[in-house]
């Protein structure tokens, strides 16, 4: 993620009016553990105590939406397709306002109840350990952004011509009933039914768009294993474009046409940054790719939505290496706790400094050295970006610019070569799942032979500036 306009955090606050969940609820104390043959609300972790669920993993979502977007009013349907990790007499999903009307447990009718920001399921027979099972919920209403602790909209967020849906960190629940955190990811189908004019922008590859009775469907499809937050329902007034690339890669750009004068030159580097990012760290992770561009000013940021990048505005060079850099660093290869999430915008930042260091730029040095020279006071040495904290700290400067340094300190220590032969097997060798940095730094040192903790404690998890090698 980068903040479109290069604020030094992630976003600024807009003024859009959100639901003001993620301090009271998300960034809550989770509840007690819950018993036996109860999933429990959260996925355990320390910053977003209520995020995700405990007691089964979702292998697929099937969302139908039917989105009006002069009224604002979603009506929709979600079918999950799960695996029991235990036996669930309850289990819990993220679903944040809009009114359920029923719930279905593979197609018996289940009691539920409404909890906060969870939906509380009781089937009627109980999924055992390790059995597949089906949940279907229906809902509809007028769906809103939740507030996230910096204050900016997360979620689905309305705009002056449909909605820009962008779900880091916990936006996913605003729309759809979810397992809503990276640990646990699915393949994805979406259909999606706007006003005729309107087009609906999802993930993947798009099977197809019909329109009938003043309305248009349009049917996308992620096979690749999908984190909730980057998923995304975008609609708007968008020109689109649609090609092949050399390596078979299927692109769609949609870009509202306010945006488009503007985004078109940055647009066409695509399949290069595509091209030299896949010679960098292995090959592109997923079938399709492109861009959505919006015109929504009140936003303030840009999002890595999988395999199709969401921008609030026409993005700049450095802004499309960052996001297409995510592909593979925070969508391919995820996070098992948001505490590391330096391992997604530290990478993705350092790929910036690679891309202007390769493309006849500032060398990543000269990058490093300017940011170094700031004082001991300032704030990129606020504090350490391994485990920067909840809240608003998850999208500082530290996580991104000093979580760059880091990697910029080892590539360093164990020179050119050893540094990218580390990039390019991080990427690969946990593609389509997760990472933490204990993995991270167990395979520099493992592919360097140097020992690399001290170097990694010093840059992630000191406070105030480190001394530099």
């Known amino acids: 993620m980068t903040p479109s306009r290069r604020h030094p955090a992630r976003r600024r606050t807009a003024t859009l009016a959100t639901v ?20 429990g609300p959260g996925a355990g972790d320390p910053y977003f ?90 809902y509809h209403g007028t769906p809103k952004p939740v507030t996230d602790p910096d204050g900016s909209p997360d979620g689905w967020i309305p705009t002056d011509d449909g909605a820009f849906v962008a779900g880091e960190p916990q936006g996913a629940m605003t729309w759809f009933p979810a397992d809503n955190h990276p640990k646990d990811k699915a393949a994805y189908d979406f259909t999606i039914t706007v006003p005729q004019g309107r087009t609906a922008v999802a993930n993947g590859v798009l099977l197809g768009q019909r329109t009938a009775h003043g309305r248009t469907t349009f049917r996308w499809r992620e096979t690749r294993p999908m984190a909730a937050y980057l998923a995304t329902a975008t609609i708007g007034t968008f020109r689109t474009e649609r090609y092949t690339t050399p390596d078979g890669i299927q692109v769609y750009n949609a870009v509202d046409p306010r945006e488009a004068h503007a985004a078109a030159p940055v647009l066409k580097r695509l399949p290069s940054v595509l091209k030299w990012e896949s010679a960098l760290f292995g090959p592109y992770p997923f079938r399709a790719a492109g861009a959505i561009v919006d015109h929504a000013p009140d936003v ?21 290496v960052h996001e297409s850099a995510h592909q593979w660093f925070g969508d391919s290869v995820s996070l098992t706790s948001w505490k590391d999430i330096w ?11 690679l891309y202007t260091e390769q493309h006849g730029g500032d060398s990543a040095q000269h990058t490093f050295d300017t940011l170094y020279a700031r004082p001991a006071g300032d704030s990129l040495w606020a504090y350490p970006p ?39 097997a991080w990427a690969t060798t946990h593609r389509g799942g997760h990472g933490t940095t ?32």
């Open 438 to 469: 204990a993995q991270f730094v167990r395979l520099a040192e493992e592919k360097s032979g140097k020992q690399l903790k001290g170097l990694f404690h010093t840059w992630l998890y000191t406070s105030g500036k480190p001394d530099s090698a």
């Open 343 to 353: 391992l997604n915008e530290g990478f993705a930042t350092y790929a910036e400094w």
């Open 49 to 138: 105590p209520l995020s995700g669920n405990g007691g089964y993993h979702v292998r697929h979502y099937g969302l139908t939406l039917r989105y009006d977007t002069a009224s604002r009013r979603l009506d929709a349907t979600a079918v999950l397709t799960a695996r029991a990790t235990q036996r669930l007499t309850r289990f819990d999903l993220d679903l944040s306002g809009l009114t359920v009307t029923a719930v279905t447990v593979d197609h018996r009718a289940a009691a539920f109840r409404r909890q906060g920001q969870e939906l509380v399921v009781t089937p009627r027979r109980a999924p055992r350990a390790g059995q597949r099972f089906r949940v279907e919920v229906a």
């Open 300 to 320: 303030g940021y840009a999002l890595e939505t999988q395999s199709r990048p969401l921008y609030d505005s026409a993005p700049g060079l450095d802004t499309l």
């Open 20 to 39: 003001p969940v993620a301090v009271a609820a998300l960034l809550g104390a989770a509840g007690p553990a819950a018993p036996g043959g109860t999933g």
């Open 386 to 424: 391994g485990d920067p904290g909840s809240g608003a700290r998850i999208f500082g400067t530290p996580v991104y610019a000093r979580g760059a340094m880091a990697l910029h300190e080892l590539r360093r220590a164990v020179g050119d070569r050893d540094f990218f032969r580390v990039l390019r």
